[in-house]
């Protein structure tokens, strides 16, 4: 069911949310959690398909802000709030407000947001595109307990990165680090194997990749060696390997869904290792709403004494 709401007010999308639900006799109570989606139309429908695909393992109310450009003086000056009202099998599991600004209420989008937020529940905050420089400090991202944002979707990642590393705060997250939780799971599996102290490590990946950064800052931190940067023709991370007295221990995956671990003394064998979709990312971002330490310890590449030698 959708219900379209012109020149409306909070107030009436709350309303107009009541009554979707009573026409299809839904309740709100299953949801668990409120995404916010700040995006812009040409981003926005992969980020509310990424988001209701999601809404299967965690029902949610997905509110998606979009501040569109003003075109004329008039649009410039006159302030205005459009809505698209979708429960039912419109919206996932879970319900889905799009919420388009014009004008100052583009300035003051968190005011729209804040009384459309479900009571008593977390609130996680995702920029597909155009994420503010420091996303704890924007009106917005203050809201949530978790921010979400993506190195991918930036023109200088590299850049980026080190302006996620200075303005890093509990809650904070990227898509570039959580694209790598296979690559991390196998390499603390494959080290499990092997039982060998690592001595030194590479990671092979296409030039300015951010994910391939951050893994390489990673194994810095947690194995207390320098790791080499080795650029390829990719896609993205294709291959890390970790030096032992024994041999090298090798994920190597040069393209397509399977990998390679090469581990000292036994013969090699195929392990799936594919490039998951948006939706799964942020499915598995919505697991643990927690502070991602690993990802502060992979930003700084830094470790503590308390740092384990391994991974």
């Known amino acids: 069911m959708k219900i379209d709401l012109t020149d409306t007010t909070a107030s009436k999308v709350n309303k107009a949310l009541v009554q979707g639900r009573r026409a299809i006799g839904t309740p709100a109570v299953g949801m668990v959690l409120t995404m916010v ?4 139309e040409e981003n926005a429908y992969d980020a509310i398909k990424a988001a209701e695909e999601a809404s299967h393992e965690h029902p949610s109310r997905t509110l998606v802000v979009i501040k569109r450009h003003a075109r004329t003086p008039r649009e410039r000056t006159h302030s205005r709030l459009d809505a698209e009202v979708r429960v039912g099998s419109e919206a996932g599991t879970g319900e889905t407000v799009v919420l388009r600004t014009y004008g100052e209420v583009s300035e003051h989008a968190d005011s729209v947001v804040l009384p459309l937020l479900l009571p008593d529940a ?30 991918y979707a930036v023109e200088n990642p590299m850049d980026v990165l080190e302006t996620r590393r200075r303005t890093y705060a509990p809650g904070d ?4 680090w959580t694209r790598l939780t296979l690559w991390r799971s196998m390499l603390a599996a494959a080290l499990d194997q092997a039982r060998a102290t690592v001595t030194s490590a590479a990671v092979e990946a296409e030039a300015d990749n951010p994910a ?40 190597d995956r040069p393209e397509g869904p399977l990998a390679t671990l090469t581990l000292p003394g036994q013969p090699a064998r ?32 830094e470790h503590t004494e308390e740092t384990p030698a391994h991974v």
Do not use: F, H
Not at 130 to 141: E, F, H, Q, V
Not at 215 to 221: D, F, K, Q, S, T
């Open 37 to 40: 989606i700040v995006t812009d």
């Open 122 to 151: 977390p609130v996680v905050v995702w920029w597909p595109s155009d994420a503010p420089a420091n996303p704890s400090k924007d009106p917005l991202g203050a809201l949530g307990q978790r921010r979400i944002t993506d190195l």
């Open 173 to 176: 997250t990227d898509l570039a």
């Open 212 to 251: 391939a950064e951050l893994l390489a800052r990673w194994l810095e931190a947690r194995l207390r060696v320098p790791v080499d940067r080795v650029v390829t023709e990719g896609p993205v991370v294709t291959a890390v390997r970790l030096g032992t007295a024994d041999g090298e221990v090798v994920i």
């Open 270 to 301: 195929r392990l799936a290792l594919k490039v998951r979709a948006t939706s799964e990312l942020i499915a598995e971002e919505l697991r643990r709403l927690d502070a991602d330490e690993m990802y502060a310890v992979a930003l700084r590449g």
